[in-house]
């Protein structure tokens, strides 16, 4: 997902590059905006936590740009890709090394496995809107 702090900084194109360049291929994407509801039901994981009401606010903040992305090793190599939570801290040549405004505006989310991103992909996508 590219998150409202990189859609609001025109960075879309230059994500989607990355990717491209990277070897993934986008199977489904969509340009939408996340209801409070809707972003506290996808970040549910981490309704206790001190940030979530933060979280929550800031991801119905603006449009996002949600994508499922195919590619053999898919979730290992896009957070390789995206880089560590603080750009900061984000390898040289990552996409929030380039493109994230902070710790909390990070630009992209990426699942943390193949079992979580079948269930964010049914998140944001229907059967018929995957190629």
């Not at 039901?41 to 929550?56: D, I, K, N, T, W």
């Not at 090394?97 to 269930?119: L, Q, T, Y």
Request: glycine share 8%.
């Amino acid at each position: 997902m590219i998150k409202p702090d990189a859609v609001q900084s025109n960075s879309i194109g230059g994500i989607l590059e990355m990717m491209n360049t990277a070897g993934f291929r986008v199977i489904a994407m969509k340009y939408t905006k996340l209801t409070a509801e809707l972003a506290g039901e996808f970040y549910a994981v981490h309704s206790a936590r001190p940030f979530y009401g933060e979280l929550v606010e800031y991801m119905s903040s603006g449009p996002i740009v949600a994508a499922i992305l195919e590619k053999e090793n898919a979730v290992a190599d896009f957070r390789a890709l995206i880089g560590a939570t603080d750009p900061a801290e984000a390898a040289e040549g990552t996409i929030r090394s380039r493109f994230a405004e902070s710790k909390a505006k990070n630009a992209v989310h990426g699942s943390d496995s193949d079992e979580n991103a079948a269930v964010e992909g049914e998140f944001f996508f229907s059967k018929f809107e995957r190629f």
